[in-house]
């Protein structure tokens, strides 16, 4: 590897950083070669390291609920697809669930290294059983906040690709409608292009306000988009 011309720290930063090239390596694919380089001069990957969090999606969470306000001191959080941890990083410490009165639930099939406020699951969020699993680590079986960040692995066939993360959404968001108090929050992955109209119907029926939303970590040439829906009407509707 060399370095190259110099460019501006990410978030919290004032550091300058140099840009780093990757040079392809023998039995590396060219498309493993360019993640490698993006990561290596990702400022919001330079900057979860410095601030000691667990992967840069962490600033996305933030930056949604710097804005939103969804993630309130005593509120009980249920993170789907938690791996490796940053989404219930940042809540377990605006909710106060690490010395305070919040609580923040999470699960994934992959390890997640333990986090202080965070009560884990190791378990497929689609397996039987899972769901009940989280709820009995509620306090009262409830939740304030559903948040996922689950992604089906990507096969390269943007249609299938599309369908796995919407049936993702889909079951989380139905979770969401069974756990959620009145006045709770959803906030979920999809994709542009974007969420599909019955998953859409499902959270306008249920929610007062439901909006996409592109975090600025989210990046750029990413299809990537969030769904936050708020003001969760209660079971009944």
């Not at 999606?57 to 804005?67: G, P, T, V």
């Not at 605006?94 to 884990?120: H, M, N, T, W």
């Not at 109209?197 to 969030?226: G, I």
Request: aromatic letters at 6%; hydrophobic letters at 40%; a positive charge.
């Amino acid at each position: 590897m060399k370095d190259k011309k110099a460019g501006r720290s990410g978030p919290g930063g004032g550091q300058r950083l140099l840009h780093t090239k990757v040079k392809t390596a023998r039995g590396r694919k060219l498309s493993s070669t360019r993640w490698l380089e993006r990561q290596l001069n990702d400022p919001y990957v330079a900057a979860a390291k410095h601030e000691g969090l667990r992967s840069r999606a962490a600033f996305k969470i933030q930056e949604m609920d710097d804005k939103y306000k969804f993630l309130k001191r005593g509120a009980v959080v249920v993170d789907l697809g938690a791996a490796p941890g940053g989404w219930s990083q940042v809540a377990a410490e605006r909710c106060k669930a690490i010395s305070g009165p919040g609580q923040v639930a999470a699960i994934d099939y992959l390890d997640v290294e333990a986090l202080p406020g965070v009560d884990f699951i190791k378990m497929d969020f689609m397996e039987d059983g899972a769901e009940e699993a989280l709820m009995a680590l509620l306090k009262d079986g409830r939740a304030d906040v559903v948040m996922s960040d689950m992604a089906a692995p990507t096969v390269g066939h943007q249609r299938t690709d599309h369908l796995r993360i919407i049936a993702l959404a889909e079951a989380a968001a139905d979770f969401a409608c069974r756990i959620l108090r009145p006045g709770g929050v959803f906030v979920c992955k999809v994709f542009q292009g974007g969420t599909e109209q019955t998953l859409l119907d499902v959270l306008k029926r249920n929610f007062r306000t439901v909006r996409h939303v592109k975090p600025p970590a989210s990046r750029k040439d990413s299809a990537e988009l969030y769904v936050l829906a708020t003001g969760f009407r209660g079971s009944d509707a």
